[in-house]
């Protein structure tokens, strides 16, 4: 995450007007749990990080951003969980970040908090992203920010999975658009 996009995720959690936590699908190593965590700081609230730890599709061996050194030698597998868990500890978020080390399609159905804000910044692929705008989106409050990473219009920049969310949620009628930067798309739930 670009520093300019985290100011603005940071701008948007602590600008959030109705109760409630701050969630984040995709913490992969927790540095935009850290923009998040400073925002719950200041105004009260918990940021609850859901997350497999175990890399998305472009993370995985032959892809173009698999990193060797991340792959647990006794699973065989991708496992950032580590690094997210130094990073937090190492600025003192432990007490205001809450990871949950799962799919979110499998924590959602046991969700039932509204939340103040969402942020999507979980797998690339269209159906894992759908997955979850179908998990997560309704659990936002009224008056709830809804960010979305990596959104790029022109197939050119990035993938499309969370462009099609952005549009699909924005052409909903439930969600008008607030000031985004870069690749981050900020949308306010304005009906349920």
Do not use: C, N
């Amino acid at each position: 995450m670009p520093p300019d996009e985290g100011r603005a995720l940071y701008e948007a959690a602590r600008a959030v007007a109705v109760p409630g936590p701050l969630l984040e699908v995709g913490s992969w190593m927790g540095k935009s749990a850290l923009y998040l965590a400073a925002a719950a700081r200041e105004t009260g609230r918990q940021v609850v990080t859901v997350d497999h730890h175990r890399g998305s599709e472009e993370h995985q061996p032959g892809w173009e951003y698999h990193d060797p050194s991340l792959v647990d030698p006794l699973v065989g597998r991708i496992d950032t969980l580590p690094a997210f868990r130094r990073t937090i500890a190492a600025a003192g978020a432990e007490d205001v970040v809450v990871a949950v080390v799962t799919r979110s399609e499998v924590l959602a159905p046991l969700w039932s908090t509204p939340l103040a804000l969402l942020f999507l910044d979980g797998s690339h692929t269209e159906e894992s992203a759908r997955r979850d705008q179908d998990a997560w989106v309704a659990k936002l409050a009224v008056g709830g920010t809804l960010a979305v990473h990596d959104v790029f219009p022109d197939p050119a920049d990035g993938g499309q999975a969370p462009f099609g969310v952005y549009t699909r949620v924005l052409g909903s009628g439930q969600f008008t658009e607030l000031p985004g930067t870069g690749s981050l798309r900020l949308l306010s739930r304005t009906s349920s």
